[in-house]
Each structure stands twice: as structure tokens, then as C-alpha cells.
């Protein structure tokens, strides 16, 4: 595998589930991020991680929990969410959290039921 | 507060014709900025970038890009379009120093290339 890998790419989960996102990258970076992107909407960044420390959270709700065990690896966990949290969630990753390039994963396309 | 406006979140252009599509940011300091491309079904991926130096910046598939200070602008162009351009395409902001750290995006401009 290279680059940034995220599974599943597709999910379906109903209100009351419990879910988790994982994200991979293969790139030997020290940031991870999360982006939500709603339709007609710009890109959302949610977290970032760097070095395993989250450095962002910008307001999301509680219903989305991060965890990044080391530096290769970003899962967002998922639980009690709404209808309106359908969405695509990408996962990116960069050599150091700032102006350096992000390279994206190709995303999970979630659907709240 | 970094911001990013494109104009035009649709583009049709004819195959083999000028591709331009814009970008213009606000900003009280030098930024950097990005073009990403995004085709249906996919992630983000990088077509040019601007940090320091030359303003006309080249990227993949014969895109282009120039950082217009005084205009606060990053068009994007290629001189001729390919059935294959077909794509979402996001100019992105962010600044080297302080506390921003993190990309900000456009809404998006959908180019559609009509053969």
C-alpha cells in the first residue's frame, strides 16, 4: 500500500450504532487530519493530530471521537449520529502540521440513517 | 481570519479550449497556496502549489497557476483542455507562521468539458 488509505470507503450506520473510520498513511508523516465534506459545502476541518497530540478540534461535536495510537494510523469513531453527519470524511496527512502539502485518502462515504 | 473565494462553481469549457478557473484569497500576511483536484469517488489530490519565489507555478497535467499579490489572486489554467479534466477542483490557503496552521478551502469549482 501507499500513500494515505482509509477504510472502509463505504458505510451505512442507523442513529444508535457504534462505528469507527480508520485511516493509514504509508508516508512517514508526523500530522493526520480529518475533513468532513458535505455537499455544497466547503471542506471542514475537524482534527489534527501531530505527533499523536491533537492540536485541533474546531467544535465538533462530541458524537465524533478521534484517536491516533502513533503517527501512521487516525480513526475517527462514530456514535449516536444524525441524519445531517452524511457526509464524505477524508483523512490527510503532511510532513508537519501547517503550510506543508496534505496528501489525501480517498475517504469513507458515510450514510446516517 | 484566511479566507478563500472561487468564482464559478461551475465551469464548462469545450475540449481544447483555455481552462481558467479562480481563486482569490484575503490576507494580512504572504500566504501559501494550493490547487487540489478531486475526481469523482477520490480523495484530494495535489496539482500545484505557491510558498516562495517564481509567481507562475507549474503543476501536473499541464495545469498552471499565478500568485497575484496585488490582485490577491491564484487563477488556475491550462491552454487546453482534455476530456480527462473533468473534475472538482479546490484552491486552498494556508499560512507558513504563527498560530493558522491548517488549510482553509474554497467551495469548489466542477469543470466540465464538453467534447
Known amino acids: 500500500e501507499t500513500g494515505v488509505t482509509q477504510t472502509p470507503r463505504h458505510l451505512v450506520m442507523g442513529m444508535t450504532n457504534k462505528k469507527s473510520l480508520k485511516c493509514e498513511q504509508h508516508?512517514?508523516?508526523?500530522?493526520m487530519y480529518w475533513y468532513k465534506q458535505s455537499a455544497k459545502k466547503p471542506l471542514e476541518l475537524m482534527f489534527v493530530?501531530?505527533?499523536?497530540?491533537?492540536?485541533e478540534n474546531n467544535s465538533v461535536p462530541s458524537r465524533f471521537s478521534p484517536e491516533c495510537p502513533n503517527s501512521s494510523h487516525l480513526f475517527l469513531h462514530l456514535h449516536t449520529l444524525q441524519p445531517e453527519d452524511s457526509a464524505l470524511y477524508l483523512c490527510?496527512?503532511?510532513?508537519?502540521?501547517?503550510?506543508?502539502?496534505?496528501?489525501f485518502g480517498p475517504g469513507t462515504r458515510l450514510t446516517v440513517l | 481570519a484566511q479566507s478563500v473565494t472561487q468564482l464559478g462553481s461551475h465551469v464548462s469549457v469545450s475540449e481544447g479550449a483555455l481552462v481558467l478557473l479562480r481563486c482569490n484569497y484575503s490576507?494580512?500576511?504572504?500566504?501559501?497556496l494550493f490547487w487540489y483536484v478531486q475526481y469523482p469517488n477520490q480523495g484530494l489530490q495535489l496539482l500545484l502549489k505557491?510558498?516562495?519565489?517564481?509567481?507562475l507555478v507549474k503543476g501536473i497535467n499541464g495545469f498552471e497557476a499565478e500568485f497575484k499579490k496585488s490582485e490577491t489572486s491564484f487563477h488556475l489554467t491550462k491552454p487546453s483542455a482534455h476530456m480527462s479534466d473533468a473534475a472538482e477542483y479546490f484552491c486552498?490557503?494556508?499560512?507558513?507562521?504563527?498560530?493558522?496552521?491548517?488549510?482553509?478551502f474554497g467551495s469548489g469549482t466542477q469543470l466540465t468539458v464538453l467534447p
Open positions: 490527510a496527512s503532511s510532513q508537519a502540521g501547517g503550510a506543508d502539502t496534505q496528501y
Open positions: 508516508l512517514g508523516h508526523n500530522a
Open positions: 493530530y501531530n505527533f499523536k497530540e491533537q492540536t
Open positions: 490576507s494580512s500576511v504572504p500566504p501559501y
Open positions: 505557491y510558498t516562495t519565489g517564481a509567481t
Open positions: 486552498a490557503v494556508t499560512y507558513p507562521l504563527g498560530s493558522a496552521r491548517q488549510l482553509t
